[in-house]
């Protein structure tokens, strides 16, 4: 059994605040969905993200995307283009709604949307007589999607975005941030975000009317009356006031969160590039700035005489290092078999040779060299 500490892959990273938030929730007797934490945590993330953005905090990213769906208007056999190399909570809120998502594959230099996929099946769609009622981007692992395509296109044929920055908060596309490019968009504070509220998600938009419909339907859809009356069906989707008050605490601390992820896929880069076979997700141009919020390799076995991505996550993991695969996208999943999915094989591609790397902020210099050793030993530089 090895008895060296475990790595984990991106553990919750607490900035020194959190309880004096959360005990003042409990000081003032505000433990419920209303309170100051969550005002302040919402404008604390509207200064962050800037452009004239409006935040409703939620209890998760995944209610923050049905919610955009509701208010999208997208209902019962309906359909909606998803990014299919993503994780289930981007396409699992389509079938809440009794909707078909529609998965479009990624392109190589982001491993996101592919903008001619996007155009391809939006243009299916409609010869098929069923024109999308929504698309769903995603900025994975926080290296920003090809926006400026993907908006132009959705523009062209009138169909709004939802945009799903769950994993970008502090990602930034041409001198904007990630999590405000979308009619809508969603960003996830999950125990192994960037950042964390334990659990949590927040909506965001430029339009303050949809902010404002989207908390009446968070709340249970209560019409304005001195009684209990309801004229549609509302969800208990509102983030409570502990939980904001983790999340004021962890805005205080986002900018060093970013910077030391990236430092850790620096160190990565830089101890790893004498492998040939090993090759990283990286961004594209000066004009993109990702928060690599988890560092992501691809492993060419015929080029380290064998060795796949497999082979380096079970050498991990027994030195007690925890790895992940890449998402396996959902054109390949069980669940969403009979979905139609336009691509070419770029997400199966990267899924059979992807791994993800420990990146969380809270690792230290030795828990990377660590890693580095384990990935070095099993395969080998090339010094020549």
Not at 260 to 283: A, M, P, V
Request: charged residues 25%; contains cysteine; hydrophobic residues 35%.
């Amino acid at each position: 059994m090895n008895m060296q500490n475990r790595i984990h892959l991106s553990v919750a990273h607490l900035g020194g605040r959190e309880q004096e938030y959360v005990k003042e929730a409990f000081d003032s007797n505000w433990v419920t969905t209303a309170g100051h934490n969550i005002d302040a945590f919402e404008k604390d993330l509207e200064k962050f993200l800037g452009n004239n953005s409006h935040a409703l905090a939620l209890y998760s990213g995944t209610a923050a995307i049905h919610l955009a769906l509701i208010l999208m208007d997208v209902k019962d056999g309906d359909e909606v283009l998803c990014q299919s190399f993503t994780y289930s909570a981007s396409a699992n809120p389509i079938f809440y709604q009794r909707a078909t998502p529609v998965f479009v594959d990624s392109e190589e230099k982001t491993w996101n949307m592919s903008p001619e996929h996007l155009e391809r099946a939006i243009k299916d769609r409609i010869k098929k007589g069923k024109k999308p009622k929504a698309v769903i981007p995603v900025h994975l692992y926080g290296m920003p999607a090809s926006m400026d395509e993907i908006l132009a296109i959705a523009a062209k044929y009138e169909i709004p975005v939802i945009e799903d920055a769950a994993e970008s908060l502090g990602s930034v596309y041409k001198g904007i941030n990630c999590g405000t490019f979308g009619d809508l968009s969603i960003l996830s504070f999950n125990g192994n975000k960037i950042i964390t509220t334990a659990g949590g998600g927040v909506l965001v938009s430029g339009n303050q009317e949809l902010i404002r419909k989207a908390l009446y339907l968070s709340t249970q859809a209560r019409d304005a009356t001195t009684h209990y009356q309801h004229s549609q069906i509302g969800y208990n989707y509102r983030m409570s006031n502990i939980l904001a008050g983790i999340g004021r605490a962890q805005m205080q601390v986002l900018p060093q969160r970013i910077e030391q992820r990236r430092k850790n896929n620096i160190y990565y880069r830089e101890h790893l590039s004498c492998i040939d076979g090993i090759s990283f997700l990286t961004e594209s141009s000066p004009d993109i700035f990702s928060n690599y919020w988890l560092t992501t390799i691809l492993v060419d076995k015929a080029k380290t005489g064998g060795a796949d991505w497999k082979a380096i996550q079970e050498k991990l993991e027994e030195a007690n290092i925890e790895s992940r695969p890449l998402w396996k996208p959902m054109h390949l999943q069980p669940v969403f078999r009979d979905c139609p999915f336009y691509g070419d094989g770029t997400s199966d591609a990267l899924f059979e040779k992807g791994l993800c790397l420990p990146s969380g902020s809270i690792l230290s210099e030795e828990d990377l060299q660590r890693v580095v050793e384990v990935i070095r030993k099993t395969v080998k530089c090339d010094t020549r």
